[in-house]
């Protein structure tokens, strides 16, 4: 059954596969300066290699904007996805895969009543506006840099010839594995939150996580797509994206990698914050629309030769076409699959405003009134919740969203003698230990309160502010989403 | 990697060879036509036969050239380019040997007072096969030279043509036989007919530059 649910993932990991390595390798194949077996089996290693171990940080992006809870929901929603992009390639309108993934789980929070991350959502949007003059950028800046050097070395045309040809390929592979660790989080991102596979310990030599082996089933089903269909779609496309030389093709992927890194790497991420620069946010990015900003840049550096405005519009069409459509389709298919197939899309969460809520939600600024009239009431579903939020008075989407965070119920008692194992390859700070063993025994209904309870005891379980304590606050989350989960007696 | 351009500087010394056969045939062919004129019969049967032997090595080395650019899948983009270059380099290369073959064949009289107008045409000819080789390896290295060597093609092509109009006119004011006449004029025609390959090489060079811009 699990394979059925994760068919549609995997089905869109095919199509990612037989539609994109045309951005990776398509002026390197139908250029024949690279042959297609060659290519495919290079970009077919390393996507799965960079979905593997790059993959966690865009798809955690997508896990944010909305955290699909059932594996009914999460094929709905990849089906959903499937369907717009195959519907709009067909209408010839300009779809993102990426896009599409966003509309799609946008759907499934409207159906379900979740409350959606707003800051995550405007993350993820302003990529797609950024991402493009990006790549131009980074395009414009190579292809200069690239002809001027050529010139220097008064290059023999054969040995550029050979150097383009080595180049393609090397950063061909850099650019397989981006789009993989990039990607990834479209096909695989939403079964993240409702993943059925253990982590396991390989030899007790390094640990393969549940997400990490999802992912490498998802890169799996991308490198099928690349050695199944892309040749058709790269001799297909080719003409009318990229009749560019080999030496442009290159510069183009470069850049693309470039971009495709920035928004994929953790590493860099953490690299920037720890030297005091503003961190990029990890997002599943567009890899076509990236391309074509790097070809513009391309263009704009051959003094505007060979630009077609008019893509550009059709790209600005696509950032609402694509997530509109999936959106749509998605909340009309988890409609179809709930009450027509009786498969059950949504985990229902449980929800209760207690005192210590409405405390805690005062001090974020939310008006205690209409909160303290649902007080003591639980509520299942986020829908339910929903329905007697608004029945009180209009919220805006980020203060509902504050609300289900405080409110939502959880069961966790606290078992000091677990963290040992728990954090057995990274363990707490003694003054961390000694605030959890402070906790032991007691029983928490809020993931909030133990966390509150942690930071009353240990400064160390005390979120930073200001800049470069990014990294910082995301391992303490980490840690205590560990903790929630070794002391979580039900949900 | 290393195989890559181990290969790829093998063959690079095979399109240099050529060109260097290409401008030896050329001077080889200046220096036949001057020891003809000056009646030196050895040397220039000498020279004969030396520029026939560069031309068919120049056949066989394109004739590799051609073949493992399309074997090897080198230089896709341009390939085509390229090979038209070569060939029809080649065709000056041909042109040049058969004009001297004919020289010696033909026994062509020349008359005394047109015999350094024969050197200067024959002299500019060959500039313009010197230019011509140096575009050609300029498309491989730098491209912009290009266009400073075929400028100076173009100009000792017209230099040629000027040379030549002159001698046709001078031969046919002469009172001499029309069949002494047209055996001139033909051999005029013949040596101007080389630059003027030369000047189709570089038609074809120049549109490849372009692509090559592009």
């Known amino acids: 059954m699990i394979w059925l649910f994760i068919s549609t993932g995997l089905f869109l990991g095919w199509s990612l596969g037989a539609n994109h390595a045309v951005n990776v390798f398509g002026t390197a194949v139908v250029s024949r300066m690279v042959k297609f077996k060659v ?4 970009a077919g290693i390393f996507v799965i290699l960079g979905a593997v171990f790059s993959g966690a940080g865009a798809s955690r992006t997508l896990t944010e904007l909305g955290a699909v809870n059932e594996l009914a929901g999460c094929f709905t929603v990849a089906l959903a996805v499937a369907l717009a992009v195959t519907w709009m390639t067909g209408l010839e309108l300009p779809v993102s895969t990426s896009q599409a993934v966003v509309g799609g789980i946008v759907g499934w929070n ?39 050097v050529i010139r220097r070395s008064r ?28 990607n990834i989080g479209n ?18 030599m390094f640990s393969f996580s549940g997400t990490q082996q999802l992912f490498l089933i998802g890169g799996i ?22 009749k560019i030389t080999p030496l442009a093709g290159l510069i183009v992927v470069l850049a693309e990698s470039l971009v495709l890194f920035l928004f994929a790497s953790e590493g860099l991420e953490a690299w920037l914050i720890g030297h005091g ?25 051959k003094r505007g030769r060979g630009i077609n405005y008019r893509v550009l ?19 009309v298919a988890l409609f179809i699959v709930q009450n027509v197939f009786e498969q059950k899309v949504v985990h229902l969460v449980p929800y209760k405003i207690t005192p210590d809520v409405v405390r805690a939600l005062t001090k974020e600024g939310i008006p205690p009134g209409p909160l303290a009239k649902l007080s003591g009431r639980p509520f299942l579903g986020s829908a339910n919740f929903r329905q007697a939020l608004r029945g009180q008075q209009r919220w805006t989407e980020n203060q509902l969203f504050l609300i289900f965070s405080y409110s939502e119920l959880d069961t966790i008692r606290v078992d000091s003698a677990l963290v040992p194992r728990v954090f057995a390859s990274a363990p707490l700070s003694a003054g961390q230990a000694e605030a959890v063993k402070k906790l032991h025994r007691r029983l928490f209904v809020h993931r909030w309160q133990v966390v509150q309870s942690l930071v009353d005891s240990c400064d160390e379980w005390k979120p930073r502010s200001g800049r470069g304590t990014e990294i910082l606050n995301k391992e303490l989350k980490q840690r205590r989403e560990l903790l929630f989960t070794a002391f979580r007696i039900q949900r | 990697m290393d195989l890559l351009l181990r290969r790829t500087r093998e063959l690079e010394l095979q399109i240099d060879e050529y060109l260097d056969i290409v401008v030896r045939g050329a001077l080889l062919f200046k220096e036949g036509v001057k020891y003809y004129i000056k009646g030196q019969a050895d040397q220039f049967e000498e020279h004969v036969v030396l520029i026939d032997q560069m031309e068919s090595r120049a056949d066989s080395l394109r004739r590799s050239i051609e073949t493992r650019l399309y074997l090897e899948t080198l230089i896709p983009e341009f390939r085509g380019d390229v090979l038209g270059l070569l060939e029809s380099s080649d065709k000056v290369m041909n042109r040049a040997t058969e004009t001297l073959t004919q020289f010696k064949v033909e026994s062509p009289e020349i008359l005394e007072d047109l015999k350094p107008m024969f050197m200067d045409l024959t002299d500019s000819t060959t500039a313009a096969v010197e230019s011509m080789v140096l575009a050609i390896r300029s498309y491989f290295r730098e491209l912009e030279k290009v266009r400073d060597h075929i400028n100076k093609v173009m100009f000792y092509e017209n230099e040629s043509d000027s040379i030549g109009d002159k001698i046709k006119r001078l031969v046919f004011s002469k009172d001499i036989d029309l069949s002494r006449k047209i055996h001139m004029r033909y051999f005029v025609s013949h040596i101007e007919g080389i630059a003027d390959e030369a000047e189709d ?6 549109i490849a530059t372009i692509k090559r811009h592009l």
Not at chain 1, 111 to 137: H, R, Y
Not at chain 1, 163 to 178: E, K, Q, W
Not at chain 1, 313 to 331: D, E, L, M, N
């Open chain 1, 187 to 204: 096909v695989m991102g939403m079964f993240v939150a409702a993943s059925p596979f253990e982590n396991l310990d390989v030899f007790h």
């Open chain 2, 201 to 206: 090489v570089c038609d074809r060079l120049a």
């Open chain 1, 313 to 331: 519009g059709r790209i600005a069409i696509g950032w609402i076409t694509a997530p509109v459509a999936a959106c749509s389709i998605s909340f």
């Open chain 1, 110 to 148: 409207l159906f379900t009543g979740s409350p959606t991350d707003m800051a995550s959502l405007s993350k993820i949007v302003s990529t797609w506006v950024v991402c493009p003059l990006l790549s131009a950028i980074f395009a414009y800046g190579l292809y200069e840099s690239a002809t001027f």
């Open chain 1, 277 to 301: 620069l503003p961190s990029i946010p990890l997002v599943p990015l567009s890899s076509t629309q990236v391309v074509i900003g790097a070809v513009i840049g391309v263009g704009f550096a």
């Open chain 1, 155 to 182: 290059l023999h045309i054969l040995h550029l010839d050979a150097y383009t040809r080595i180049g393609l390929l090397v950063v061909g592979a850099f650019a397989s594995y981006t789009l993989g660790a990039n």
């Open chain 1, 39 to 42: 290519a495919a089996t290079v």
């Open chain 1, 221 to 242: 089903a991308i490198a099928i797509g690349i050695f199944t269909y892309s040749y058709k779609v790269m001799v297909t496309v080719s003409d009318q994206l990229f």
